[in-house]
């Protein structure tokens, strides 16, 4: 999978920074992606990218906050324009549907596509048997959710040694023993792939936080993730004031991935007081906490 950031500011566009919206190439699972937010101008910074809208498969809203949604409207009917007949479902919070309906209602738009909505609240919102997202209530002044993605976790590799020793050829078998299924040899012999598979490999963990000061339900949502991706609004001279309209400061983000124990932190949402040369600054705050920090910026993508 790859992570790309498609707007990392924080309340309005600056020259260098779109306002907020993520997207997950789900390459190595399938051919689609996810988008997480999709604030004013997404679809533009899609158009100047390799993504094509018709391959969003789904959208994940954090919050109603207008930095985060006021794209939505355009990039579906832009997608509709495109021909696309594919299902697109949103997951957001109650009122999701209201301001989507009513937008495309009064703007006289159609799409060509099936839309489902979904309003969530926290707990698992799906296993599809390869990804399991769970969302996570945070502490914000409207309701907001982060969203953690678990990737099933992969069977092991085939053991070649012990296949050998066995006296078990290749062939065509080979498929079904890696699937772990019982294959029948040529010469008769039945067996198991599971006696020949090794430890199977953890799938990875993505943790994606939406707007919020600090919160319990931070550690539990990005507890031993590969990647987390939480806001940074402020630094930490400004604390009480980020902390009063419902944002995290530089320290108390990076204090969330110690905590959780998390391997990477990409710090996102930057208010538009800070400049490029600011970024420095941020960045050395949150890594006097948790070395393994980088600083998003439009267009930083990320394997995971």
Same mark, same amino acid.
């Given at each position: !999978?790859?992570? =790309?950031?498609?707007?990392?500011?924080?309340?309005? @566009?600056?020259? +260098?920074?779109?306002?907020?919206? !993520?997207?997950?190439?789900?390459?190595?699972?399938?051919?689609?992606?996810?988008? *997480?937010?999709? /604030?004013?101008?997404?679809?533009?910074?899609?158009?100047?990218?390799? *993504? %094509?809208?018709?391959?969003? +498969? #789904?959208?994940?809203?954090?919050?109603?906050?207008?930095?985060?949604? *006021?794209?939505?409207?355009?990039?579906?009917?832009?997608?509709? !324009? /495109?021909?696309? =007949?594919?299902?697109?479902?949103?997951?957001?919070?109650? /009122?999701? #549907?209201?301001?989507?309906?009513?937008?495309?209602?009064?703007?006289?738009?159609?799409?060509?596509?099936?839309?489902?909505?979904?309003?969530? +609240?926290?707990?698992?919102?799906?296993?599809?048997?390869?990804?399991?997202?769970?969302?996570?209530?945070? $502490?914000?002044?409207? +309701?907001?959710?982060?969203?953690?993605?678990?990737?099933?976790?992969? %069977?092991?590799?085939? $053991?070649?040694? #012990?296949?050998?020793?066995?006296?078990?050829?290749? /062939?065509?078998?080979?498929?079904?023993?890696?699937?772990?299924?019982?294959?029948?040899?040529?010469?008769?012999?039945?067996? %198991?792939?599971?006696?020949?598979?090794?430890?199977?490999?953890?799938? #990875?963990?993505?943790?994606?936080?939406?707007?919020?000061?600090? =919160?319990?339900?931070?550690?539990?949502?990005?507890?031993?993730?590969?990647?987390?991706?939480?806001?940074?609004?402020?630094?930490?001279?400004? &604390?009480?004031?980020?902390?009063?309209?419902?944002?995290?400061?530089?320290? &108390?983000?990076?204090?969330?991935?110690?905590?959780?124990?998390?391997?990477?932190?990409?710090? =996102?949402?930057?208010?538009?007081?800070?400049?490029?040369?600011?970024?420095?600054?941020?960045?050395?705050?949150? &890594?006097?906490?948790? @070395? $393994?920090?980088?600083?998003?910026?439009?267009?930083?993508?990320? %394997?995971?």
């Amino acid at each position: !999978m790859e992570l =790309t950031f498609l707007g990392t500011s924080a309340g309005v @566009p600056t020259k +260098e920074r779109n306002v907020t919206s !993520m997207l997950l190439n789900l390459t190595g699972i399938r051919k689609t992606y996810w988008l *997480f937010d999709c /604030g004013e101008g997404t679809q533009h910074r899609i158009l100047n990218s390799v *993504f %094509k809208a018709p391959r969003i +498969e #789904k959208i994940f809203i954090t919050h109603l906050h207008g930095d985060h949604i *006021f794209g939505l409207p355009g990039l579906l009917c832009s997608r509709s !324009m /495109g021909g696309s =007949t594919d299902l697109l479902t949103l997951y957001g919070p109650k /009122g999701l #549907k209201q301001y989507v309906e009513t937008a495309l209602t009064i703007s006289g738009s159609y799409l060509t596509y099936p839309l489902d909505i979904v309003e969530i +609240e926290a707990g698992q919102l799906f296993d599809d048997g390869e990804l399991i997202v769970t969302a996570y209530a945070l $502490n914000h002044r409207v +309701e907001c959710y982060g969203y953690r993605i678990e990737e099933h976790a992969k %069977k092991g590799a085939l $053991n070649t040694e #012990k296949l050998a020793q066995d006296n078990i050829p290749r /062939g065509p078998w080979m498929q079904a023993l890696k699937a772990g299924e019982t294959a029948q040899l040529e010469d008769g012999r039945t067996i %198991k792939g599971a006696d020949y598979l090794g430890e199977p490999k953890p799938g #990875k963990v993505i943790a994606l936080f939406g707007d919020t000061a600090p =919160t319990e339900q931070a550690v539990l949502l990005a507890k031993d993730a590969d990647v987390m991706v939480h806001e940074t609004t402020l630094e930490n001279a400004y &604390q009480e004031k980020a902390n009063e309209r419902g944002h995290c400061t530089t320290g &108390q983000a990076a204090l969330v991935a110690q905590a959780a124990n998390v391997k990477r932190f990409i710090a =996102t949402h930057i208010s538009g007081r800070y400049s490029a040369e600011d970024v420095p600054m941020l960045l050395a705050e949150c &890594q006097a906490i948790f @070395p $393994n920090t980088e600083m998003a910026s439009d267009y930083l993508t990320i %394997k995971i």
